[in-house]
C-alpha cells in the first residue's frame, strides 16, 4: 500500500521540489482582479469559426492590488481552444495571454510566467442552458466552477494544472460603433487563469511529452495506478469530455486520432510517464448537466437517484473493466482519505449556490460508491448473455443489438427467477448510443440469464 500511495503522490511531490516560478499567481485562491484592454473585436474576427489563425493583438493589461494598479503594457493576445472557438460555441472566446520580459511582470503576480491562458465566461446567457452542440454553460458561472474543480483535483492529489479565479474587466480598444453598443463600456465578467501546459511541464520537472502522435496507450505508458487514478477523478467531476486510450484495442470514445483528448501524458526524468488531466469546462461539476444522457443512461436505473449519481456510477464501474481489484481497491482508498479534503475545499469555495449544489451531488455520489465493497462493486455480467422482453426468453428486446458486453453493470433484481431476473442495465461501456441504440434497455427493465450475473468482477 505504501509504494502505491508514492505513486499517487509523486508528481505533485517533485513539482513543489522542481517548481521554477515564485509561486505567487497560483499560491493563493484568492480571486485576482485584472483589466484587459485590447482590440477585441479585431482579434475575435481573426479566426474562421472552426479554428485559431494564430493571430494576436497588443493591449495592456492591469493588476489591481491592494488599491494600488500594477500597468503591463506591450501584452500579446490571442485566441485558444479547440470546439469554443466555434460560433455555435463562444461569442466571447478563451484567450492566451503572453507577457513580455520585464521589471513590470517581475514585480507582479505574475512572475516568473510567461503565459497566461484565460478561461472566460464563453457568452452571456441567462440561465443554465448549456450550447447546443457541445454542452458549455455559456455564462459567467462556470469560469469560477471551473477554477474550483482545478482546485479540488489538486486537494486530492490528481495531477492537473494550478489555476485561480479571476474578475477580469475588458476594455474594447476597438469598440462596435453603434451609439448603443455595450462595448462602449467596460465588460465585466467572472473568469480564471488556468497554468500553461509547458510551464507546467517545466514546473513538474518533465523533459518532454508525448502528443497524439507519438502516445500508443496507457497500458504501455503509465502505471495502472496512474490510469485509474485519472479515471476515478474524471468520474468523481462528471466529465466525459477526455479520451486516453488504455490498450491498443480499447474505443471507449477515443479513436485513432484521439488517443490522448484533454489528458497530458508527462515523461521525467527517471524515465517514467505520468499522465496529467485539464479542460473541464463541459465537466457535470462546471456545465451543470449533460445533453446527451438520455441518449446513454436514461433514468430508470436504480431509479435514477439524480443525473450526477448514474454519471458517477457509469464511469466508476467502467473502471471494473480495465483495473484489477487491487488497483481498484488501492485507488478507492487513497480516494476516500481525502474525502475531508474535497470537502473542506467545497465550503470554502465562493461559488453560485446552484454550482455549490450541484458539486456537493456529483461528490456525494462519488464518495458513496467508492466508500464500500457492496456500494462499488455492484452486480455486473460477467459472461456474455442477451437482453430479453419477456421471462420466457421468447423474444430479445432489441433483436441483434440485444447482447450485453461482459462488465455491463445491473441492478438487483427487480423480479427474481431461477432462470432469469428482471434488472435494469447500467451502459457502462456505452454499447448502445446513438447510432446504435437501444431504447428497451435505456428506459426499462429487461430479463437476462441468471447465472451470467455476479459482483465478483473483476475476478482478481
Not at 369 to 387: C, E, N
Not at 408 to 416: A, C, F, Q
Amino acid at each position: 500500500m505504501g509504494k502505491i500511495v508514492c505513486g499517487l503522490s509523486c508528481l505533485l511531490l517533485l513539482a513543489s521540489v522542481t517548481a521554477t516560478s515564485s509561486g505567487d499567481l497560483f499560491s493563493s485562491t484568492d480571486t485576482l482582479q485584472l483589466k484587459l484592454r485590447a482590440p477585441l473585436n479585431t482579434l475575435f474576427s481573426s479566426h474562421d469559426g472552426e479554428s485559431d489563425s494564430g493571430a494576436t493583438v497588443n493591449g495592456t493589461l492591469t493588476v489591481v492590488q491592494g488599491g494600488a494598479n500594477l500597468v503591463i503594457d506591450d501584452v500579446a493576445v490571442g485566441l485558444r481552444g479547440h470546439t469554443s472557438l466555434r460560433e455555435t460555441e463562444c461569442t466571447f472566446p478563451k484567450l492566451k495571454i503572453r507577457l513580455p520580459a520585464g521589471r513590470s511582470v517581475e514585480q507582479s503576480p505574475f512572475a516568473g510566467h510567461s503565459v497566461l491562458k484565460i478561461g472566460t465566461h464563453c457568452g452571456e446567457s441567462t440561465d443554465d442552458t448549456v450550447t447546443s452542440k457541445y454542452g458549455r454553460l455559456a455564462n459567467e458561472r462556470a469560469p469560477h466552477r471551473e477554477a474550483f474543480v482545478y482546485q479540488l483535483l489538486q486537494a486530492m492529489n490528481v495531477p492537473t494544472l494550478k489555476a485561480r479565479p479571476a474578475r477580469m474587466t475588458y476594455i474594447y480598444a476597438d469598440p462596435q460603433t453603434a451609439a448603443k453598443s455595450a462595448q462602449q463600456s467596460p465588460l465585466v465578467r467572472n473568469a480564471f487563469i488556468v497554468e500553461d501546459g509547458d510551464e507546467a511541464v517545466k514546473r513538474l520537472g518533465g523533459v518532454r511529452q508525448y502528443d497524439e502522435r507519438t502516445f500508443t496507450d496507457a497500458r504501455a505508458r503509465f502505471s495502472p495506478t496512474d490510469t485509474a487514478t485519472i479515471a476515478f477523478a474524471e468520474a468523481m467531476i462528471g466529465n466525459f469530455d477526455w479520451c486516453l486510450k488504455i490498450t491498443p484495442q480499447d474505443q471507449y470514445r477515443c479513436d485513432a486520432r484521439h488517443p490522448l483528448w484533454n489528458v497530458m501524458a508527462i515523461v521525467g526524468p527517471d524515465g517514467r510517464t505520468r499522465p496529467l488531466i485539464y479542460d473541464f469546462d463541459v465537466s457535470g461539476m462546471v456545465a451543470g448537466h449533460h445533453r446527451w444522457y438520455k441518449d446513454v443512461y436514461g433514468d430508470t436505473f436504480e431509479s435514477a437517484r439524480s443525473h450526477a449519481a448514474v454519471e458517477v456510477a457509469g464511469q466508476l464501474e467502467r473502471t471494473r473493466s480495465m483495473f484489477t481489484r487491487r488497483d481498484l481497491d488501492a485507488v478507492r482508498a487513497a480516494f476516500s482519505k481525502h474525502k475531508s479534503d474535497a470537502e473542506r475545499v467545497l465550503a470554502s469555495a465562493d461559488l453560485d449556490s446552484d454550482g455549490k449544489r450541484r458539486i456537493k451531488e456529483y461528490l456525494d455520489a462519488f464518495f458513496d460508491t467508492i466508500g464500500s465493497d457492496t456500494a462499488f462493486y455492484r452486480p455486473a455480467v460477467v459472461t456474455a448473455t442477451m437482453a430479453y422482453a419477456d421471462a420466457g426468453r421468447t423474444k430479445t428486446a432489441c433483436g441483434a443489438r440485444s447482447r450485453i458486453p461482459v462488465g455491463t453493470i445491473v441492478s438487483d433484481p427487480l423480479e427474481p427467477g431461477t432462470r432469469t431476473i428482471r434488472v435494469q442495465l447500467l451502459d457502462t461501456l456505452w454499447n448502445w448510443t446513438p447510432p446504435h441504440p437501444c431504447d428497451a434497455i435505456h428506459h426499462g427493465p429487461v430479463w437476462i440469464d441468471a447465472r451470467a450475473v455476479d459482483r465478483n468482477y473483476p475476478l482478481r
